[in-house]
């Protein structure tokens, strides 16, 4: 078993900037990569970022890419979500993954555990 929790989330105006943290705990030397996802009410959850552990290789959404950068830490066993220049299109609810297994990462369905969420509001 894996334990995700995430921090960070917040209400800022856009341009601002805010940073997402998940710690993770538990079976963690199993897992292949680190996962964020949102979900904004009334619409489906949506990959945002992604990360493998070992070699740090990054993936982006469209929508994030250039804006939003995704680190790591595997002493901490955290995994970051630096978020710049928000707009409040990026307002939902963000949620970390862990996937165990070598999979496609930008699919919900690939990851086997799911943080709690944290909300992020970005007001105009």
């Known amino acids: 078993q894996v334990q995700l929790v995430e921090s960070g989330g917040g209400l800022v105006q856009a341009g601002d900037s805010l940073r997402l943290s998940c710690a993770a705990s538990?079976?963690?030397?199993?897992?292949?990569?680190m996962g964020w996802f949102r979900q904004a009410p009334g619409k489906e959850r949506e990959f945002v970022s992604a990360i493998t552990w070992i070699y740090g290789m990054t993936y982006y959404s469209d929508s994030v890419r250039g804006r939003f950068t995704t680190s790591r830490d595997n002493v901490q066993k955290t995994v970051y979500l630096q978020m710049n220049r928000l707009k409040p299109e990026d307002t939902a609810v963000y949620y970390c993954?862990?996937?165990?297994?070598?999979?496609?990462?930008?699919?919900?369905?690939?990851?086997?555990?799911w943080g709690q969420g944290t909300q992020v509001t970005v007001s105009s």
């Open positions: 993954a862990a996937a165990s297994r070598r999979t496609d990462v930008t699919r919900s369905d690939s990851y086997d555990y």
């Open positions: 538990g079976r963690t030397f199993s897992n292949y990569a």
